[in-house]
T-cell receptor, first 114, second 114 residues
Framework: KAGVTQTPRYLIKTRGQQVTLSCSPI?????VSWYQQTPGQGLQFLFE???????NKGNFPGRFSGRQFSNSRSEMNVSTLELGDSALYLC?????????????FGEGSRLTVL | AQSVTQLDSQVPVFEEAPVELRCNYS??????LFWYVQYPNQGLQLLLK??????LVESINGFEAEFNKSQTSFHLRKPSVHISDTAEYFC????????????FGPGTSLSVIP
């Protein structure tokens, strides 16, 4: 069974631009969560989607948004990029949302903002 | 709201020596606790979890963690580490008031010295 796939793996953008990251969950998994990982802040929860609906959202500005498609694939978008948005963005999937559950992570998309 | 503290950001240890990585959580209700490991340039993967029952849980590669409710701790231990254990270790918590969120600690970088 294929794991969680994130694309692109690496990308470089400049301030003010926008970026879209993609995540394909494990087949059969309907929940997708996004995290931002930085050396200083660790893993910060961005949002979770289940059946195309956002179930929960972390404390990030509105520049960070996401969506989920009917095939459970998810995208996140960051508009008006700032230097502080440089981070590893991790996607995690699970079969269901809610309840104590294991998260299956992708290898991440490393974003560098210049 | 729940939170997770990992007191040690970096832990160097010699090969075959024992190690303990500390994790404390803050929550006023029943909790579910996890340890994840991140090897270089990879995503996170589940190492072990406590959901209920026995307070001592074990992983397949020799790690164990003990849930201590009175001390709100879930420390990770291994009696003899290998070079291959060098990685970042994250403690995470989910509780019955916010199943949708899995909150991660800042991580502990374990370096095994030959």
């Amino acid at each position: 069974k294929a794991g969680v796939t994130q694309t692109p793996r690496y990308l470089i953008k400049t301030r003010g631009q926008q970026v879209t990251l993609s995540c394909s969950p494990i087949s059969g998994h309907r929940s997708v969560s996004w995290y931002q990982q930085t050396p200083g802040q660790g893993l910060q929860f961005l949002f979770e989607y289940f059946s195309e609906t956002q179930r929960n959202k972390g404390n990030f500005p509105g520049r960070f948004s996401g969506r989920q498609f009917s095939n459970s694939r998810s995208e996140m978008n960051v508009s008006t990029l700032e230097l502080g948005d440089s981070a590893l963005y991790l996607c995690a999937s699970s079969p269901q949302a809610g309840g104590p559950r294991e998260l299956f992570f992708g290898e991440g998309s490393r974003l560098t903002v210049l | 709201a729940q939170s997770v503290t990992q007191l040690d950001s970096q832990v160097p240890v010699f090969e075959e020596a024992p190690v303990e990585l500390r994790c404390n959580y803050s929550s006023s209700v029943s909790v579910y606790l996890f340890w994840y490991v991140q090897y270089p340039n990879q995503g996170l993967q589940l190492l072990l979890k406590y959901l209920s029952g026995s307070t001592l849980v074990e992983s397949i590669n020799g790690f164990e963690a003990e849930f201590n409710k009175s001390q709100t701790s879930f420390h990770l231990r291994k009696p003899s580490v290998h070079i291959s254990d060098t990685a970042e270790y994250f403690c995470a918590v989910s509780d019955e008031t916010s199943y949708d969120k899995v909150i991660f600690g800042p991580g502990t970088s374990l370096s095994v010295i030959p």
